[in-house]
């Protein structure tokens, strides 16, 4: 029997791996005050199409239901949980939620994410509490070796406006920077602008690295401009509380343009250094909230939790028992487990692969009369 392209089975230590994921995170935000949300696997596909949202349908698994309408496999956790906290989401809230997205990408069809929201807190309260909460988790896991980057939706934005741009134009220049393609990028610009804002775009390609040096080059660069000059402002704050909790590896990235079209403002992602794998992605996205007539705040990150079940090592602390038992001893065997309730134990009826475990028992006799005996 076959599965269809994208779909796979898991089996024993990835699925043990990937359950600790699931347990370390309800630690972790349980801790950190969080309340848990799922939404349905099902939704309507206007949920995410939307202009609010504008997430294609193209790469949404759906079909027609019998009104007409078309539903979908859940394609993101972010817009699924706002229009459930739609009518409630007047106060602050804290929400966490782990589960399946069903995007078809070339990874497959389905991704295992775990992640929060943070609705109605002040912006920096929320932006820092991602980092922090994201910094938290990942050393919870014994992940170290990560590189946290900062990026911004409004400098795009706001050099964008010195453009005459079409929607269509604004679109394929944001596609050309997201691909860091320089010459489509140079031609867009210098076709609706001048070559100076042309030669400004191309370097904001490379405009990435160590946030110190990009951030204190570029506040030289854009001395003129208010508003580019505040984002730039906002991401030094956050960078340089993220160092006071001893984290090395921060960059910025001021050329990243939003990879999904609700956000609006600060963006955030965590890089493995082992692969260069994206293990985390979020940010601000106030925008979403329109849809349902509301000024909110809302920020967020999810976790690729496929990626970091890959990273991980299983605990593998308790001691593993076997109990060697016949057909009338089963039941024996099965009271034994009252003596070991740290342990691991497995009932056998033989002698097989002893080496796996850390003891053995035997339990000899007959007629009631029994005894257990370590090998
Ligand atoms: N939903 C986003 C992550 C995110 C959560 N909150 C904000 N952004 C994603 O799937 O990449």
Request: charged share 25%; with cysteine; net charge negative.
């Amino acid at each position: 029997m076959f599965l269809p392209s994208g779909s796979k089975d898991m089996l024993g230590s990835r699925v043990s791996r990937q359950n600790q994921v699931f347990e370390t995170f309800r630690q972790v935000v349980t801790l950190r005050g969080y309340q848990e949300i799922a939404t349905p696997v099902v939704e309507y596909a206007s949920t995410f199409t939307n202009e609010y949202v504008g997430m294609p349908l193209q790469n949404m698994l759906k079909w027609f239901n019998s009104d007409g309408d078309i539903e979908v496999l859940r394609p993101d956790w972010t817009t699924a949980i706002a229009r459930a906290i739609a009518k409630h989401s007047d106060k602050p809230q804290k929400w966490a939620y782990q589960g399946s997205i069903f995007r078809r990408n070339k990874l497959g069809v389905e991704g295992r994410q775990v992640g929060i929201e943070i609705i109605n807190y002040s912006n920096l309260l929320a932006e820092s509490e991602c980092l922090f909460m994201a910094r938290n988790f990942l050393n919870e896991l014994k992940i170290s070796e990560y590189i946290t980057e900062l990026a911004h939706t409004g400098i795009f934005e706001e050099l964008s406006k010195q453009l005459n741009l079409s929607e269509n134009d604004f679109e394929q220049l944001r596609l050309a920077m997201h691909d860091k393609r320089k010459d489509t990028v140079y031609q867009i610009a210098k076709n609706h602008g001048n070559h100076e804002i042309a030669d400004e775009f191309v370097s904001l390609v490379d405009a990435y690295g160590n946030f110190e040096s990009v951030i204190e080059m570029y506040e030289i660069r854009w001395k003129n401009n208010a508003t580019l000059l505040n984002i730039l402002g906002d991401i030094k704050r956050l960078s340089l509380m993220l160092q006071s909790m001893g984290e090395t590896d921060i960059i910025v990235d001021l050329g990243r343009v939003k990879n999904l079209p609700y956000y609006s403002g600060m963006m955030f992602r965590g890089f493995l250094k082992e692969n260069g794998a994206t293990c985390y992605s979020g940010g601000r996205y106030d925008k979403l909230y329109e849809q349902f007539e509301q000024s909110i705040s809302a920020v967020g990150l999810a976790f690729d939790a496929d990626q970091l079940a890959e990273q991980i090592q299983v605990e593998k602390n308790r001691e593993k028992i076997c109990v060697i038992a016949t057909e009338e001893t089963y039941s024996i065997a099965e009271q034994l487990r009252e003596r070991y309730k740290d342990s691991i134990v497995e009932v056998l009826d033989k002698e097989t692969n002893l080496n796996a475990f850390d003891k053995v028992l035997n339990i000899i006799g007959s007629n009631g009369d029994y005894e257990v005996i370590e090998k």
